[in-house]
């Protein structure tokens, strides 16, 4: 399974991106699957998720400047990011946890990052 990301740049504050995460491979379906993020000299961060029936869970510092989506058929999901600040600077990773046949546990994947650079 691979999850290709895309979509980073660099950006003005108060500007937007949007990036992509498809993922592709042996999959039977995919129940999670989220964005992280990890700045310089700091953890791995929970960005946003959504399940496949479409529930959405957003970290705080979020403050509805962000919105995730998903498209079941093309297994993407997508992160629009909106009125970024100079903070949100960092790589952002796409994570999915797959299943590859029925019955089968559930197998966490993660994305190469992409990075998101905001200049004040």
């Known amino acids: 399974v691979q999850l290709q990301a895309s979509g980073g740049g660099l950006v003005q504050a108060g500007g937007s991106l949007r990036l992509s995460c498809a993922a592709s491979g042996s999959i039977f379906s995919i129940n999670n699957m989220g964005w992280y993020r990890q700045a310089p000299g700091k953890q791995r961060e929970l960005v946003a998720s959504?399940?496949?029936?479409?529930?959405?869970n957003y970290a705080d510092f979020v403050q509805g400047r962000f919105t995730i989506s998903g498209d079941n058929a093309k297994n993407t999901v997508y992160l629009q990011l909106n009125n970024l600040k100079p903070e949100d600077t960092a790589v952002y990773y796409c994570?999915?946890?797959?299943?590859?046949?029925?019955?089968?546990?559930?197998?966490?994947?993660w994305g190469q990052g992409t990075l998101v650079t905001v200049s004040s």
């Open positions: 959504i399940t496949s029936g479409g529930s959405t």
């Open positions: 994570n999915a946890d797959i299943t590859h046949m029925p019955g089968w546990g559930r197998i966490a994947y």
